[in-house]
């Protein structure tokens, strides 16, 4: 069964310094998404990819936060500097363009940022 | 303004018992609605998922939603917990061709 692939899993970093994060959605989904899940709540969408092109990061600290998608495919969401409130999962997810625009997204295990 | 509201933060259970999650959400058109299942370090499996038609859903893992429009609810439902159901469940919507939003999320533990 086809998967989002995420990684690393786990990342511990310094304050101030950068950290990247790599998602490669299932083949074939048009659109990616990144979600920050703080530890006791719900995912937020920080930016959602339509192929290549930004559809929506009105939730994405664009000063220190970076999202691409260079060729439709995988994608990489960036932080400089990171913070300590930046700690969190870091969830990617994908789906198919629909028609009637049902969108069922599926997950990645996530990448759990600590931030120390 | 849109939301999804859960307003069980968590919830024990017997192994054995019946379960049901609450869910309500807010927005101008019924939305597509969904519930995801995370278990500790991991990420989101979708459980179940709505957008028309029967209004008693069924998913995986034995457990089935029902949406009523006049309550604007989906709320989840299974007959018998198994102790590998203790997880969180976050309840979700999405209006057509846009972002899925989630609620905050309700912690499920099954006590033997």
């Known amino acids: 069964e086809a998967e989002v692939a995420q990684s690393p899993r786990y990342k511990i970093t310094e304050k101030s310094q950068a950290v990247a994060f790599w998602c490669d959605p299932i083949?074939?989904?048009?659109?990616l998404y990144w979600y920050r899940q703080i530890l006791g709540q719900g995912p937020e969408l920080l930016v959602q990819?339509?192929?290549?092109?930004?559809?929506?990061d009105s939730q994405l600290p664009k000063d220190r936060f970076s999202a691409e998608r260079l060729k439709g495919v995988d994608s990489t969401l960036k932080i400089q500097p990171a913070e300590l409130g930046d700690s969190a999962m870091y969830l990617c997810?994908?789906?198919?363009?629909?028609?009637?625009?049902?969108?069922?997204?599926?997950f990645g295990q996530g990448t759990r940022l600590t931030v120390v | 303004a849109q939301s999804v509201t859960q307003p069980d933060i968590h919830i024990t259970v017997s192994e054995g018992a019946s379960l049901e999650l609450r869910c309500n959400y807010s927005?101008?058109?019924?939305?597509?609605l969904f519930w995801y299942v995370q278990s500790p370090g991991q990420g989101l499996q979708l459980l179940l998922k709505y957008f028309s038609g029967d209004t008693l859903v069924q998913g995986i893992k034995g457990f089935e939603a029902e949406f009523k429009r006049s309550q604007s609810s989906f709320n989840l439902r299974k007959p018998s917990v198994h102790w590998s159901d203790a997880a969180e469940y976050f309840c979700?919507?999405?209006?057509?061709?846009?972002?899925?939003?989630f609620g905050i999320g309700t912690k499920l533990q099954v006590i033997p």
């Open positions: 927005y101008g058109a019924t939305p597509y």
């Open positions: 979700a919507v999405a209006l057509m061709n846009q972002k899925v939003t």
């Open positions: 990819f339509q192929d290549e092109s930004v559809v929506d």
């Open positions: 083949s074939g989904h048009a659109t």
């Open positions: 997810a994908s789906s198919k363009r629909r028609p009637d625009g049902y969108t069922e997204a599926f």
